[in-house]
């Protein structure tokens, strides 16, 4: 227990400020959310929850949904993410080993053609500058891919920033999937940087070697489990307008 930073589930407030909700047009912290729910408004006019606690075989869920025909703020891609801020208390740790476990269900998405991060870890980034998550778990159509990345410049970009891993594996549907995730994140060879990851209980990860980005003075990384569809490069496939996620907890 005394190594848990963050815990987030239905119906447990606290620490909630140290876990904030990201979906669309709300950024906030779970404990500022009203009535632990959250709408948007979609481009026909209509009003339609996208986050929000549910009742799935007797237990109380997180489900977060995207949808194609939110609106969007300029710049932005449909999201609905539960995030661990980058703050004391909450975010990753570097250059020493820690575990991140969630656990989520997915409806079936294959037969489509586009992308969707489910869970990522990105670096609080101060300095405006675009990067990529260092971490990312990509669903597309019934196969998902884990992705790891590196850039050991002190002030990195996403030209010198490059793929060290990427894993693929069948996309798990209709059923209830724990990710466990244990790592050491860093840049440097010397401190034995590696990830491993599991779906339920089967090792699916097995990757030994640096990556991650530089932190910024006074910065963090941390943690984002949701529906995150970026648009460059990536239109959404219309054959299910739809994304929704239900995740059941995340330490």
């Known amino acids: 227990p005394n190594d848990v930073l963050s815990y987030a589930a239905p119906g447990v407030l606290f620490p909630a400020r140290n876990i904030g909700l990201q979906c669309q047009s709300v950024n906030a912290t779970l404990a500022d959310v009203p009535h632990r729910a959250a709408t948007v408004r979609t481009i026909d006019g209509a009003v339609e929850p996208r986050f929000g606690e549910v009742d799935v075989d007797g237990a109380r869920v997180f489900r977060l949904q995207a949808n194609a025909q939110d609106v969007l703020p300029s710049g932005t891609s449909p999201r609905c ?9 909450s975010a990753l740790p570097q250059a020493e080993t820690f575990w991140f476990a969630f656990s989520f269900w997915a409806d079936d998405w294959s037969g489509t053609h586009d992308e969707q991060s489910i869970a990522q870890m990105h670096i609080q980034e101060s300095r405006n500058i675009l990067l990529n998550p260092f971490f990312a778990l990509v669903v597309r159509g019934s196969e998902m891919r884990v992705e790891l990345r590196l850039n050991e410049r002190e002030v990195p970009n996403q030209a010198t920033t490059r793929v060290v891993s990427t894993t693929r594996f069948p996309m ?23 990830f491993r990851m599991w779906l339920n209980g089967k090792q699916v990860v097995d990757y030994t070697g640096p990556f991650g980005y530089v932190l910024p003075p006074g910065g963090y990384a941390y943690p984002k ?9 990536n239109p959404w496939d219309l054959q299910v307008p739809t994304r929704a996620l239900l995740v059941g907890a995340m330490i």
């Open 81 to 89: 993410e539960l995030v661990s801020y980058p703050m004391p208390g």
């Open 172 to 194: 798990p549907v209709r059923q209830w999937v724990t990710a466990v995730v244990q790592s050491r994140v860093s840049t440097e060879t010397k401190h034995a940087p590696f």
């Open 225 to 233: 489990v949701g529906i995150y569809h970026w648009i460059a490069g």
